[in-house]
């Protein structure tokens, strides 16, 4: 912990941005995705999920509609804590409180802001002490609008866009819900990326739009590895998600990324959701292994 915890500070006093984003991973603060559109195209009650994410809302969310069990594979080394630093707020803050906490845009100045991780810091304590300790650190030293900028990515919508796409920030209710489930909710959280092995099956998994980096037949290969080794027969998997497809066209010249799948990529199933944008379309590709 105490490397980690090391590597934050420094990038906190990395005033000239000179650490490079290759030898420090960001957190998403939440989901770039609209979870609340694609989440219908699964079955996730009472089902196994592998999912990437930062953020941890694929997780939260999964949670929400019942997962049996969440795994959260990714590359960066913050997931763990701030999925601890998510769940003392849901089950401390109120909505809004979590709102003006976690959301920037349209929040500047206010994201993060000390009085607030004083009011779940104690709970957070005893979710984890390791997590604890990292953002307690991590105040002691910095206000927090600066570790807000400096840790998590920018790539961030707006309030009404994060309401929207995330299910368990719909509404009140839904937040109230996911507060009790959340309770006896801790997902495994394995801190490599998504293309190494991982020695277990399961019934979802979702690769979000990592295969945007798949430029070459090993990366293909690797979310080969995916579907032939960890997904269960009948299970399914979200191959990309795709941002802006204002109709098939869109979705059928993005197959060419999927060339090296073979008999495979005729199986895809293609599907257009609502966009995260208010007049835009996203696309998400799948595939149910049958055999």
């Not at 490397?3 to 290759?22: E, H, M, V, W």
């Not at 989901?31 to 939260?60: C, H, M, P």
């Not at 027969?233 to 802006?244: P, S």
């Amino acid at each position: 912990m105490q490397d980690k915890l090391q590597k934050a500070i420094a990038k906190c006093n990395d005033k000239n941005n000179k650490i490079s984003t290759r030898k420090f991973k960001k957190i998403y603060p939440f989901t770039t995705e609209n979870i609340s559109a694609y989440f219908n195209a699964f079955q996730l009650r009472d089902k196994s999920l592998l999912t990437v994410g930062s953020s941890a809302d694929e997780a939260i969310n999964a949670n929400l509609c019942d997962a049996k069990e969440v795994t959260i594979m990714d590359s960066c080394l913050y997931t763990k804590e701030y999925f601890y630093l998510k769940k003392a707020a849901l089950e401390v803050l109120t909505y809004q409180e979590f709102l003006d906490y976690f959301c920037r845009v349209g929040n500047e100045g206010h994201t993060f802001s000390e009085e607030k991780f004083l009011k779940l810091s104690n709970y957070l304590a005893n979710l984890d002490k390791d997590s604890f300790t990292f953002w307690q650190e991590l105040y002691k030293l910095f206000p927090g609008t600066l570790i807000r900028d400096k840790l998590f990515k920018h790539d961030e919508e707006d309030r009404e866009t994060i309401i929207k796409i995330n299910p368990y920030l719909n509404s009140e209710d839904a937040y109230l819900q996911e507060r009790a489930k959340i309770k006896s909710f801790t997902p495994l959280i394995i801190p490599k990326n998504i293309k190494e092995d991982i020695a277990k099956k399961f019934d979802n998994i979702f690769l979000s739009n990592m295969a945007v980096h798949m430029y070459t037949k090993d990366m293909v290969e690797a979310y080969n590895k995916k579907i032939e080794n960890n997904l269960n027969k009948d299970g399914k998997i979200l191959i990309r998600y795709m941002f802006h497809c204002l109709d098939n066209e869109k979705l059928d010249i993005e197959k060419f990324f999927y060339s090296y799948f073979d008999d495979l990529v005729y199986d895809f199933k293609e599907e257009l959701i609502p966009g995260i944008d208010e007049e835009a379309t996203d696309g998400i590709l799948t595939y149910q292994k049958k055999k």
